[in-house]
C-alpha cells in the first residue's frame, strides 16, 4: 500500500457490520438471487488462504485482480510488507527484492462501499489514486483510517491462521520480512489438496570466495589509510579508489581488493 488466518470468516456480527458501514452480507440471508462470489486461493510457503471477491463493490479491481490470478503472474512473488496490527501486503516483489513489471496499465480507482474490517482484501497503490497494478493485501484488525482512500474488493474466507504466521515474519528496514513467504501460485476455487502447489526449494546459496574475510578485512585498513590520504592531499580526488575499496568489501574477491590497492597506489604517488 502507499504503502493489508485456522479457517473462519470476518469477525463481527452481521449486526457489528452493519452498524460500523457496508460489509458482506451473509449469503444464506439473501437466499438464491445472488450467485457465489468468485473465491481464489493463495498456496503459500507459509499455508494457503482463500479469499472472497465482491464484484458488485469493486468490479474493474476484481476483474484486474482475477486477470492477474488467471495469468499465474502471482507465482513467485513474496509478502514483502508484513506490519502487524496493520497489513500483510504482496503481488509486486520476487524474492531477489526486484520489482515485478505490471502486466497491464494502472487501474482506474474504484471507491468501494466495503470497510476495512478485519481480514478485509484490499487493492495497494502509491500516492497516486489511480495508480494500483498488481500489489494487494490483507488487514490485521479494523483500519478505517483506510476507508475510502483505498479500495476493498473482498475478504479473507480461510486462512487467518496462515495470515498470522505470515504477520509474525521478522522484518528488516521498510517491513520487509528477513525471510518473505513466497506465493507458490494463485487460482480460481478452492484449494485443491488432490494437486498441491510444488514444495519450495529456496535458492542455492552461493559460497564466499576464498580468503574473502581477509580480503575485506584488508579493504576496511584500505578505506582508513584512504582516508587518511584525503586528508594529507586534499586536491587529490581519491572517490574511484574509495568505490573500487567498497567494491572489494562486497565481494571478498582478490581481484577487486588488488585494483584498490593499485588505485591507492598511483594516488599516493601523486
Given at each position: 500500500?502507499?504503502?493489508?488466518?485456522?479457517?473462519?470468516?470476518?469477525?463481527?456480527?452481521?449486526?457489528?457490520?452493519?452498524?460500523?458501514?457496508?460489509?458482506?452480507?451473509p449469503r444464506a440471508a439473501l437466499g438464491s438471487l445472488v450467485p457465489d462470489l468468485p473465491i481464489v486461493t493463495l498456496e503459500t510457503t507459509a499455508g494457503d488462504l482463500v479469499v472472497e471477491l465482491d464484484p458488485a463493490a469493486a468490479p474493474l479491481t476484481v476483474e484486474n485482480f482475477l486477470f492477474y490470478v488467471k495469468s499465474g503472474y502471482y507465482a513467485g512473488v513474496v509478502w514483502h510488507r508484513v506490519v502487524p496490527r496493520?497489513?500483510?501486503?504482496?503481488?509486486?516483489?520476487?524474492?531477489?527484492g526486484k520489482r515485478k513489471a505490471p502486466a497491464r496499465p494502472p487501474l482506474r480507482f474504484e471507491r468501494s462501499p466495503l470497510k476495512h474490517l478485519d481480514g478485509a482484501l484490499g487493492m495497494a497503490r502509491a500516492q497516486e489514486y489511480n495508480s494500483a497494478t498488481s500489489e494487494f493485501y490483507l488487514t490485521d484488525g479494523p483500519q478505517r483510517d483506510l476507508d475510502n482512500e483505498y479500495c476493498v474488493f473482498g475478504r479473507l474466507l480461510a486462512g487467518r491462521d496462515v495470515l498470522q504466521r505470515i504477520l509474525k515474519s521478522p522484518t528488516k528496514a521498510n517491513d520487509w520480512p528477513e525471510e518473505p513467504p513466497i506465493v507458490l501460485r494463485a487460482y480460481?476455487?478452492?484449494?485443491?489438496?488432490?494437486?498441491?502447489?510444488?514444495?519450495?526449494?529456496p535458492p542455492a546459496k552461493i559460497a564466499p570466495p576464498a580468503g574473502a574475510d581477509e580480503v575485506r578485512a584488508a579493504a576496511?585498513?584500505?578505506?582508513?589509510?584512504?582516508?587518511?590520504?584525503?586528508?594529507?592531499?586534499?586536491?587529490?580526488?581519491?572517490a574511484d579508489v574509495e568505490a573500487a575499496i567498497a567494491q572489494a568489501d562486497k565481494t571478498g574477491k582478490r581481484e577487486d581488493l588488488e585494483r584498490a590497492e593499485r588505485l591507492f597506489a598511483e594516488k599516493e604517488k601523486k
Open positions: 500500500m502507499h504503502g493489508a488466518s485456522s479457517s473462519d470468516s470476518l469477525r463481527g456480527s452481521a449486526a457489528a457490520e452493519h452498524a460500523s458501514g457496508v460489509g458482506f452480507k496493520f497489513c500483510a501486503q504482496t503481488g509486486g516483489y520476487t524474492l531477489d480460481e476455487g478452492k484449494p485443491d489438496p488432490a494437486n498441491p502447489a510444488p514444495a519450495y526449494k576496511r585498513k584500505l578505506r582508513g589509510k584512504a582516508a587518511l590520504l584525503r586528508a594529507r592531499k586534499p586536491l587529490i580526488a581519491v
